[in-house]
């Protein structure tokens, strides 16, 4: 069993270079997941200069620990959006789904990428163990929004394979989002473009407009923020901490297992379960592989993460019962209190993308199709929907309260829980743990060969106390996600720095 995703696994990508001096472009775009790199991508096509950095390597964070079902059903309801937004405006939102399939669809065919895109249906059904009248009337009425808005939802008694009620939605996708990106990045650089790797950037300047990274400059016209979690860049502190208020991030878990072929339809489910369940089915030559995810909690919040994997073999098990698992792994969702991302200018030359919840590969497109836009000078049919400022939306001021109320509790509530130990001799190779007094608490870990490593607790970000999330060997922080690697290196923010000495 590896703990590598099975798109990193399955599709290597060649190292790039370091960024080792000063450079111009017309357009700096940070972070290089499907947002970043679709976002290069659309630009170098549209005859601009590009610089790509990213912090670590590319397409491996969270669009590498992705599962990439391409689709326009979204995390809330669609009559819960239409009850939020109105008819338009949940179609608009619906459609972007739409559109974003589609341009993936056509970027596929136009540079002949081989990476297993598909269209298949989609299924919302309730979970196999259980359901009640109101959950099948739910169902029902999101087939009626969803046929009455044209999208061709139908309501079905058994769902294939599950044999459940649940709703049909055709023409949805997916994809290998790893060999789709290899493709993309392989012809950035040149011409004025470049893609850097180990390649953070630490600093801006919003006078000059340039970014330091690697104790380098570049200079740019126009910023794209597509690190997932958005940088404070060029924002002010106060419009970025207001921002980072309506983000939560929570951690979602995944199996990857091979079953014989033909068992299962080529298709993708979702459950109506809170967290759900979501299972794709790939044919493969010899073999088909499904990948079955859930599980979801906010980021830090919980303990003992590993027992996720195995609940969710249980489940697969119960479902395929032949499913032999070689794939584990996780990653981060950021969800928004009304269910929308944000996505548009949060300051002069600067473009954010971020709160895509579980639909970061469409919503991600869909970012990159508007940062073409911003860049550009044309206007675009999402700007005003999916707005960074836009105005309170009926319906989402009491899941705002809910997300926050976290941030004051975990500040107070870990920063006098007492330390899981008062020694270090607890600690097994390859744990982490909070030991020592209240007053003096240290987050400490001991690596493979028996060597200690302690750092402060308190996260950089606004000072809340990093966990041990022993499923992932990382220190993660219950208030707003910030995921730290066993020696304090951040591996996403919000915060910026690392966990500093202990
Ligand atoms: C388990 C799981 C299942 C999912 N399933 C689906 C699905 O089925 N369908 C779907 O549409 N979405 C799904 N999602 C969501 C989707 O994968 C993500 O929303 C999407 O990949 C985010 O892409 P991104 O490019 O915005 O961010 P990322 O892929 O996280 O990329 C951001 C990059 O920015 C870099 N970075 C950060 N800070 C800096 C810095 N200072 N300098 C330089 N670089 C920096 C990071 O290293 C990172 O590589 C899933 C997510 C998870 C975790
Ligand atoms: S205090 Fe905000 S992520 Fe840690």
Known sequence: MTTIPFWIDSAPIKQFPRLQKNINVDVLVVGAGITGITTAYLLKKAALTVALIERERVASLDT??????????????????????????????WDAGTAAIDEIERIVQEEEIQCEFTRAPGYLHV?????????????????RVGAKLGLGAIYLERVPYLTVPGVRFPNQAKFHPRKYLRALLMNLSGNGSHVFEKSAVTEFDAEKRRA????????FDRVVMATNNPLVGLASVTSATLLQTKLSLYTSYVIGARVPSETIPEAMFWDTGDPYNYLRVDRHRDFDYVVYGGEDHKTGQKRETQKAYARLLGRLKKIIPDAQVNHRWAGQIISTPDGLPYIGENAEHQFIATGFCGNGITFGTISAMMALDWAT?????????????????????????RENKDYPYYLIKDRIARPESDSVRKLKPGEGMIIGSRPKKTAAFRDRNGKLHKLSPVCPHLGCHVRWNSAESTWDCPCHGSRFRPNGDVIAGPAEEALSAG
Do not use: M
């Not at 079902?69 to 009850?83: A, K, Q, R, S, Y």
């Not at 330091?212 to 200079?219: A, E, S």
């Open 64 to 93: 590498g620990h992705t599962t990439a079902h391409l689709t326009f059903v979204t995390d809330v309801g669609l009559h819960e959006l239409v009850g939020n937004f109105g008819d338009d405006h949940a179609q608009a939102a």
């Open 127 to 143: 979970c196999a163990d259980g359901f009640s009248d109101k959950e099948i009337s739910s169902l029902k009425k999101e087939a």
């Open 212 to 219: 330091k990274v690697n104790d380098h400059w570049i200079g």
């Open 377 to 401: 000078g044309r206007k675009n049919p999402w700007a005003d929907l999916f707005a960074v400022d836009r105005k309170k939306i009926k319906g989402a001021t009491w899941n705002y309260l």
